[in-house]
């Protein structure tokens, strides 16, 4: 969903496991939806983690407990390996999401988090412990995700951590652009050059 990105002040919701590949986001067998609704995706997030072959909800897994809710994810090293499939990044942005935390991204999933308004954000293998630890002592605290600064900042211990982001998604995520609105946005200059040449 395309909104503005400045500063979000969030609840998180831990994910403390490792090499969470787009498979185990959303299931193989969602590809091939006809849909693009958010929604659908949104709620099939994990599916396999989430719900028991039966259509009942995992009690144990951390989306079915009321203990923890937010706009931030924070997951463990390597994130979002495995396929290129995009529509990993829509099951997280259509569950609400709008941050997910790691120590590190795969690639792919890492650019088409900030293609469909994620955003990924790398921390140290140290500060994302301590991100679940404080989330573990205190499910109501929460995380400051600053994007005009790049910082990210656990407000229980009150640590911060600098992060890093091409330029131009930034741009984008801060003003609500797609690749297209960019370019329609930019328009003029594209004419304006082109006729020059």
């Known amino acids: ?31 091939k939806a006809t849909t693009r609704e958010e929604s659908f995706f949104g709620e099939n997030l994990f599916r396999d983690w989430r719900y028991n072959p039966d259509g009942s909800e ?7 407990d009321p203990t923890y809710s937010g706009e931030i994810l924070v997951a463990g090293k390597n994130f979002g390996s495995g396929s290129s499939r995009e529509h990993a990044a829509w099951a997280i942005a259509g569950y609400g999401f709008r941050v997910v935390i790691s120590s590190f991204f795969a690639d792919i999933h890492k650019n088409n988090e900030l293609n469909n308004f994620v955003l990924p954000v790398v921390v140290s293998e140290e500060f994302l412990a301590e991100l679940f630890k404080s989330i573990k002592e205190n499910p109501q605290m929460e995380v400051e995700v600053n994007l005009p600064e790049q910082t990210v900042t656990n407000t229980a211990t009150g640590r911060s951590e600098k992060f890093e982001i091409n330029g131009y998604k930034k741009y984008c995520l801060m003003n609500a652009l797609d690749d297209i609105d960019f370019l329609l946005e930019n328009k003029e200059k594209t004419e304006s050059y082109e006729a020059k040449a």
């Open 1 to 31: 969903m395309k909104q503005k990105f400045d500063i979000i002040r969030s609840r998180c919701v831990p994910l403390p496991l490792e090499n969470v590949d787009t498979d185990q986001i959303i299931p193989a067998r969602f590809l």
């Open 58 to 64: 995992n009690k144990d897994f951390v989306l079915n």
